[in-house]
Every structure is written in C-alpha cells, then in structure tokens.
C-alpha cells in the first residue's frame, strides 16, 4: 500500500504563500486519486483539493478557486498544494489523502491513506 508524508507547513504572514507537498512510497502515486484536506480547531476536515488517478479530474473548493491550486510531479511521485493569498482563516492541519478509485468524493471517510499532517498558520 502507499505511504504519504506531507511536508512544507509553517507559519506565514497573512498575503504570503506555501507550498505543501505529498510524497508517495511504496506505490505509484499517479494511480491514486489524492486529495488535500485541511482541519481547523474544533472543525471537520474538508477536502481542499484534489487530482483524480486518471488525471481527468481535478477539484478545488468554491471558496479557494484563485488561491490554491493542486498539481502532480509523476518523476518524483509527489502532489502538491500551492497556496497563495494566505489568510488567517487557512490556519489548520493539512492532510493528504488517498484512494485507488479514479473518483473525488469529498468526505474523508472515502481515502483509506492518509500522512500525518502539516501545521499551517497565518499570522494576521
């Protein structure tokens, strides 16, 4: 099965950037689908982005469209979320996620893989 290691977090000032990276071992990455979810305090976790496995699909939230965008290095066999435009309201963990099904559902309970998460923080 496929590991995930997320890394790339920190703390930003409100307006900056980061980009967060997802690396794959143990399986091709470009045959899952993978997802990136963020966790505030007190919040569910919510899909943010994500590519499918058969690279026709990509979702972005509604509320991040402009923002973030989600893409795939197949040579390294990692995805990554470029975030631009932080706002203190991004603050939360960062996870990725995924699954073997070339679809995008949006609840979490349907990626059987997860990493262990990143800290995102925008300072104000």
């Known amino acids: 099965q496929v590991q995930l290691v997320e890394t790339g977090g920190g703390l930003v000032q409100a307006g900056g950037s980061l980009r967060l990276s997802c690396a794959a071992s143990?399986?091709?990455?470009?045959?899952?689908?993978v997802g990136w979810f963020c966790q505030a305090p007190g919040k569910e976790r919510e899909l943010v982005a994500a590519?499918?496995?058969?690279?026709?699909?990509?979702y972005v939230a509604d509320s991040l469209k402009g923002r973030f965008t989600i893409s795939r290095d197949n040579a390294k066999n990692t995805v990554y979320l470029q975030m631009n435009s932080l706002k203190p309201e991004d603050t939360a963990v960062y996870y990725c996620?995924?699954?073997?099904?070339?679809?995008?559902?949006?609840?979490?309970?349907?990626?059987?893989?997860w990493g262990q998460g990143t800290q995102v923080t925008v300072s104000s």
């Open positions: 143990g399986r091709l990455l470009i045959t899952y689908t």
């Open positions: 996620a995924a699954r073997e099904s070339p679809t995008i559902p949006t609840t979490p309970y349907e990626y059987p893989y």
């Open positions: 590519l499918s496995s058969n690279g026709g699909d990509t």
